[in-house]
Nanobody
């Protein structure tokens, strides 16, 4: 079965950086767009960034543009989220997700079939 497992979360001070990783198994990774979402306590799960199959097409939420970078290594079945200049409002559980194979990148959670368990990111001021 498909499994997505995130890692790399933690606690940092404002202005710091973290790199999240998500390793996928049980699917032909290069056939899937991948997305990162986040959910803060009491809030909805929001799109953060997404990347198409070959990695040459990326999309970002306005709130993270210029600070976060999504990338992927299809040989390692891994998608990354480099997060720089972190702010307290970036505090959330971060999830990676995959839609159906060959499906275009979606910016809503309902467009994704597979989810990781999430990794906590906490940014202190």
């Amino acid at each position: 079965q498909v499994q997505l497992v995130e890692s790399g979360g933690g606690s940092v001070q404002a202005g710091g950086s973290l790199r999240l990783s998500c390793v996928a198994s049980g699917l032909t990774f290069s056939n899937y767009a991948m997305g990162w979402f986040r959910q803060a306590p009491g809030k909805e799960r929001d799109f953060v960034a997404g990347i198409m199959w070959s990695g040459d097409n990326t999309h970002y939420a306005d709130s993270v543009k210029g600070r976060f970078t999504i990338s992927r290594d299809n040989a390692k079945n891994t998608v990354y989220l480099q997060m720089n200049s972190l702010k307290p409002e970036d505090t959330a559980v971060y999830y990676c997700a995959a839609p159906s194979a060959y499906r275009a990148l979606m910016k809503v959670p309902g467009g994704y079939n597979y989810w990781g368990p999430g990794t906590q990111v906490t940014v202190s001021s």
